[in-house]
C-alpha cells in the first residue's frame, strides 16, 4: 500500500516538474530519480521528498525556491491521494496523504490475514540458504545458534517476499577434523578399559561429550574394538562419532526450531568424483603447477595475491577442492542464487571460493557469503564466558535454551534466545547480556514485543466479557480512527510488505526485528492514552477492535518470520 502510494505521488511529482520545465520556469536537462523518505513527526505529513534539493544547482536557484515552482504545478483539487503539500527545511517537500488510505490500508490487511506481508517481488527466483553446517565434531554451540536463527529467518523472509527459498545443512563428515575427531574418541574408549598412560592428538578434540560417548559405548558393545586394529579402530569411530554427533546436532536444531530442506554431505561429494572432474578442469585450463610437492591453483590469475594449495603432497585435497565441488553440485540443481553464512573465521575463504568458481566458468555474483559474527556470553559480572570446542570449553546451544529454561519456562526459552541472536547486524558481534535474557519482565525486549500481541488478545477477551455484543470488522467506521496515534499505527502496519522485502533482499532479519519493537512500541503507547473499550462510545470501541485486530495480524506474521511464538496470554 506505502508502496503504491509512493509510486502515484512520484508520478504526480514528475508531472509537476516537467510542466515547469516546459514553460521553463525550470532549467534542467533531465528530470533526476524521485525518492521518498518518512517523516519525523505526523505534523510533517506523511513522507518527504528532497527532489528539490537535487534539482536546485542544475537549475541554478535555490532549493525552497525549486520546491515552490513544482508545488505551484500541482492542483490539489485534481488529486485525491494528496491532502496537503508543504515546503520544509532546507526545501523538503512534506506530502499529507488523504486520510482514506488509511482505511484501505486497513482493509487490505484484514482481507489478506495470513498473507498479508507475502509478495511476488522475487518473481520465484530460487534462491539456496545454506546455514549453521557445523562440522559433526561436538554440540552445537551458541555460534551455531545463532547462525540458525538468522539463516532460517533469511529463508522465512525471502519465501515470504516471493522468492523459492531452500534450506540446507552441509555435513563436514570428511577430511582432517574427521580423522581426529576418531582418533580422539579412541583414546577416550581406550581408557574406559584401563589404559591411562594415552593422550588426546594434537588439534584433536577434549570435550566432555567424547568421554559420555566413551561410556556409552562401552555399555553398548563392551570391548568389542579393543583388539582391531588402530587404523580399524579409528575408522570405525569416525563413522559411529559422526553419526551419533550428528543426530545430536539434529535433535538441537529440532528444539530450537530450525527444520532443514536438504542435508548434504561432504563424503557424498568426495565419493562422486566430483573433486577429481574439477582437478582435471583445472589441468585442462592450465591453472595448476606442482611446487614443493604439491599441486598449487593460480589463483593470481583471477587478481588474488596468491596462489593456494589444493592438492597436498600426501595427495589429499584442501578443503577448496570438495567446497568447489560442493557450489559446483548446488548450481547444477537449479538455483540462481547462493547464500552462504559462515563463521568470521571464513573471511579468507571467500575470495578463494569466488576464484575456483570463476574458473569454473560461474559467475561470482550469484555467490553471496555473509559473515555471521562471533557471540560473546556476558556473565552476571559483565565478564566474556571463554569458549573453545577443541579445549572442550564451550557453551552449547543446549546449555543455552536449560538455562533460560529454568528461567523463563522451557515454552519462551527458544523466543528469548532466537530473539537476542537476531536484534543485532549479522555482521555485528553480539554480547548476548545473560542476566537481561533471565529477566520475565518488559525489560526483556522479547517479551516487551510479545505482549503487545498477548495484550491484544486480552482486549478482545475483556469485549466478550463486557457484553459488547458481536464485533465484526466490515461494519467498524474506519474514519473515526483520526487520532495521531491511532494513525501512526496504520502507517507503521502498511509498511510491513516493504519491509519485508527490504529485509529479505538485504539479508537483515534485524530490521524486522526493529519495525516490530517500533510497532509494539506505538500500541502500547496508544492503548496506555485512548480506551478501547467504551460502553459509551461503541462505533469507536469498533473501529478501535478493527485496528487492534489488524495490529495482531501484522505482529503473527512477522513473529512466524522471526520463528517467535505469539502468546495469547502473559
Same mark, same amino acid.
Given at each position: 500500500?506505502?508502496?503504491?502510494?509512493?509510486?502515484d505521488?512520484?508520478?504526480v511529482?514528475e508531472?509537476?516538474?516537467?510542466?515547469?520545465?516546459?514553460?521553463?520556469e525550470l532549467?534542467?536537462?533531465?528530470?533526476p530519480?524521485?525518492?521518498?523518505?518518512?517523516?519525523?513527526?505526523p505534523?510533517?505529513?506523511?513522507?518527504a521528498?528532497?527532489i528539490?534539493?537535487?534539482?536546485a544547482?542544475?537549475?541554478?536557484?535555490?532549493?525552497?525556491?525549486v520546491?515552490?515552482?513544482?508545488?505551484?504545478?500541482?492542483d490539489?483539487?485534481k488529486?485525491?491521494?494528496?491532502?496537503?503539500?508543504?515546503?520544509?527545511?532546507?526545501g523538503?517537500?512534506?506530502?499529507?496523504?488523504?486520510?482514506?488510505?488509511?482505511?484501505?490500508?486497513?482493509?487490505?490487511?484484514?482481507?489478506?490475514?495470513?498473507?498479508?506481508?507475502?509478495?511476488?517481488?522475487?518473481?520465484?527466483k530460487?534462491?539456496? *540458504?545454506?546455514?549453521?553446517?557445523?562440522?559433526p565434531t561436538?554440540?552445537?554451540?551458541? *555460534?551455531?545458534?545463532?547462525?540458525?536463527?538468522?539463516?532460517?529467518?533469511?529463508?522465512?523472509?525471502?519465501?515470504m517476499a516471493?522468492?523459492?527459498?531452500?534450506?540446507?545443512?552441509?555435513?563436514?563428515?570428511?577430511g582432517?577434523q574427521?580423522?581426529?575427531?576418531?582418533?580422539?574418541?579412541?583414546?577416550r574408549?581406550?581408557?574406559?578399559?584401563?589404559?591411562s598412560?594415552?593422550?588426546i592428538?594434537?588439534?584433536?578434540?577434549?570435550?566432555?561429550?567424547?568421554?559420555?560417548l566413551?561410556?556409552?559405548?562401552?555399555?553398548?558393545?563392551?570391548?568389542?574394538?579393543?583388539?582391531?586394529?588402530?587404523?580399524?579402530?579409528?575408522?570405525?569411530?569416525?563413522?559411529?562419532?559422526?553419526?551419533?554427533?550428528?543426530?545430536?546436532?539434529?535433535?538441537?536444531?529440532?528444539?530450537?526450531?530450525?527444520?532443514?530442506? *536438504?542435508w548434504?554431505?561432504?563424503?557424498?561429494?568426495?565419493?562422486?568424483?566430483?573433486?577429481e572432474?574439477?582437478?582435471?578442469?583445472?589441468?585442462?585450463?592450465?591453472l595448476?603447477?606442482e611446487?614443493?610437492g604439491?599441486?598449487?591453483?593460480?589463483?593470481t590469475?583471477?587478481?588474488?595475491?596468491?596462489?593456494?594449495?589444493?592438492?597436498?603432497?600426501?595427495?589429499?585435497?584442501?578443503?577448496?577442492?570438495?567446497d568447489?565441488?560442493?557450489?559446483q553440485?548446488?548450481?547444477?540443481?537449479?538455483?540462481?542464487?547462493?547464500?552462504?553464512?559462515?563463521?568470521?573465521?571464513?573471511?579468507?575463504?571467500?575470495?578463494h571460493?569466488e576464484?575456483?568458481?570463476?574458473?569454473?566458468?560461474?559467475?561470482?555474483?550469484?555467490?553471496?557469503?555473509?559473515?555471521?559474527?562471533?557471540?560473546?556470553l556476558?556473565?552476571?559480572?559483565?565478564?566474556?564466558?571463554?569458549?573453545s570446542?577443541r579445549?572442550?570449553?564451550?557453551?552449547t546451544?543446549?546449555?543455552?535454551?536449560?538455562?533460560?529454561g529454568?528461567?523463563?519456562?522451557?515454552?519462551?526459552?527458544?523466543?528469548?534466545?532466537?530473539?537476542?541472536?537476531?536484534?543485532?547486524s549479522?555482521?555485528s558481534?553480539?554480547?548476548?547480556d545473560?542476566?537481561?535474557?533471565?529477566?520475565?519482565a518488559?525489560?526483556?525486549?522479547?517479551?516487551?514485543?510479545?505482549?503487545?500481541?498477548?495484550?491484544?488478545?486480552?482486549?478482545?477477551r475483556?469485549m466478550?466479557q463486557?457484553?459488547?455484543?458481536?464485533?465484526e470488522?466490515?461494519?467498524?467506521?474506519?474514519?473515526?480512527l483520526?487520532?495521531i496515534?491511532?494513525?501512526?499505527?496504520?502507517?507503521?502496519?502498511?509498511?510491513?510488505?516493504q519491509?519485508?522485502?527490504a529485509?529479505?533482499?538485504n539479508?537483515?532479519?534485524?530490521?524486522?526485528?526493529?519495525?516490530?519493537?517500533?510497532?509494539?512500541?506505538?500500541?502500547?503507547?496508544?492503548?496506555?492514552?485512548?480506551?478501547?473499550l467504551?460502553?459509551?462510545?461503541?462505533?469507536?470501541?469498533?473501529?478501535?477492535?478493527?485496528?487492534?485486530?489488524?495490529l495482531?495480524i501484522?505482529?503473527?506474521?512477522?513473529?512466524?518470520?522471526?520463528?517467535?511464538?505469539?502468546?495469547?496470554?502473559?
Amino acid at each position: 500500500m506505502i508502496e503504491q502510494i509512493k509510486n502515484d505521488v512520484h508520478k504526480v511529482l514528475e508531472t509537476a516538474i516537467q510542466i515547469a520545465v516546459n514553460i521553463n520556469e525550470l532549467k534542467i536537462d533531465k528530470i533526476p530519480k524521485i525518492i521518498f523518505s518518512p517523516t519525523k513527526a505526523p505534523e510533517h505529513g506523511d513522507i518527504a521528498s528532497p527532489i528539490a534539493l537535487s534539482l536546485a544547482k542544475s537549475a541554478g536557484i535555490g532549493p525552497r525556491q525549486v520546491a515552490e515552482i513544482i508545488i505551484d504545478k500541482i492542483d490539489l483539487e485534481k488529486q485525491p491521494l494528496i491532502n496537503q503539500i508543504d515546503v520544509a527545511g532546507p526545501g523538503f517537500i512534506n506530502i499529507f496523504i488523504d486520510n482514506n488510505w488509511m482505511a484501505s490500508s486497513l482493509k487490505e490487511i484484514h482481507l489478506r490475514g495470513d498473507k498479508f506481508g507475502y509478495t511476488e517481488h522475487g518473481q520465484d527466483k530460487k534462491i539456496l *540458504v545454506e546455514f549453521v553446517s557445523a562440522n559433526p565434531t561436538g554440540p552445537l554451540n551458541i *555460534v551455531s545458534g545463532r547462525a540458525a536463527a538468522v539463516g532460517s529467518t533469511i529463508v522465512n523472509l525471502l519465501n515470504m517476499a516471493g522468492y523459492q527459498a531452500t534450506s540446507e545443512f552441509y555435513i563436514n563428515d570428511a577430511g582432517g577434523q574427521v580423522l581426529r575427531l576418531g582418533a580422539s574418541l579412541d583414546v577416550r574408549y581406550r581408557q574406559q578399559f584401563g589404559y591411562s598412560n594415552l593422550e588426546i592428538p594434537e588439534d584433536g578434540y577434549h570435550g566432555q561429550y567424547l568421554v559420555e560417548l566413551s561410556e556409552e559405548l562401552k555399555q553398548e558393545v563392551g570391548n568389542k574394538y579393543l583388539d582391531l586394529s588402530e587404523n580399524d579402530r579409528i575408522r570405525i569411530f569416525c563413522d559411529l562419532a559422526v553419526e551419533r554427533l550428528l543426530s545430536d546436532q539434529k535433535k538441537s536444531l529440532e528444539r530450537f526450531g530450525v527444520e532443514f530442506d *536438504v542435508w548434504s554431505s561432504e563424503k557424498d561429494i568426495r565419493e562422486s568424483g566430483a573433486p577429481e572432474q574439477i582437478i582435471q578442469s583445472f589441468k585442462d585450463q592450465n591453472l595448476l603447477y606442482e611446487s614443493e610437492g604439491a599441486t598449487w591453483f593460480k589463483m593470481t590469475d583471477f587478481g588474488d595475491d596468491k596462489d593456494t594449495v589444493v592438492v597436498k603432497s600426501d595427495g589429499e585435497y584442501t578443503y577448496f577442492v570438495p567446497d568447489a565441488a560442493y557450489h559446483q553440485n548446488k548450481f547444477n540443481r537449479g538455483f540462481h542464487t547462493l547464500i552462504d553464512l559462515l563463521g568470521p573465521d571464513h573471511q579468507g575463504h571467500i575470495s578463494h571460493l569466488e576464484c575456483l568458481l570463476r574458473a569454473l566458468g560461474y559467475d561470482q555474483s550469484r555467490l553471496e557469503c555473509l559473515i555471521i559474527q562471533q557471540v560473546s556470553l556476558i556473565d552476571s559480572t559483565g565478564q566474556k564466558v571463554e569458549m573453545s570446542k577443541r579445549k572442550g570449553q564451550l557453551i552449547t546451544l543446549d546449555n543455552l535454551l536449560d538455562r533460560l529454561g529454568e528461567s523463563v519456562d522451557e515454552h519462551f526459552a527458544v523466543d528469548v534466545a532466537r530473539y537476542f541472536f537476531l536484534n543485532r547486524s549479522n555482521n555485528s558481534h553480539l554480547d548476548f547480556d545473560f542476566d537481561l535474557a533471565l529477566k520475565r519482565a518488559n525489560d526483556n525486549p522479547v517479551f516487551y514485543l510479545q505482549y503487545a500481541y498477548a495484550r491484544s488478545c486480552s482486549i478482545f477477551r475483556e469485549m466478550t466479557q463486557r457484553g459488547l455484543g458481536a464485533y465484526e470488522f466490515q461494519k467498524a467506521d474506519l474514519s473515526l480512527l483520526n487520532s495521531i496515534d491511532e494513525q501512526q499505527m496504520i502507517r507503521k502496519m502498511a509498511e510491513f510488505p516493504q519491509l519485508v522485502i527490504a529485509s529479505a533482499d538485504n539479508r537483515q532479519p534485524h530490521r524486522l526485528v526493529n519495525y516490530l519493537q517500533d510497532l509494539a512500541n506505538q500500541f502500547h503507547t496508544f492503548y496506555n492514552k485512548s480506551r478501547v473499550l467504551n460502553v459509551g462510545q461503541i462505533d469507536l470501541s469498533y473501529a478501535r477492535l478493527a485496528l487492534v485486530s489488524c495490529l495482531q495480524i501484522v505482529l503473527r506474521n512477522g513473529l512466524k518470520i522471526l520463528g517467535l511464538s505469539t502468546p495469547e496470554r502473559m
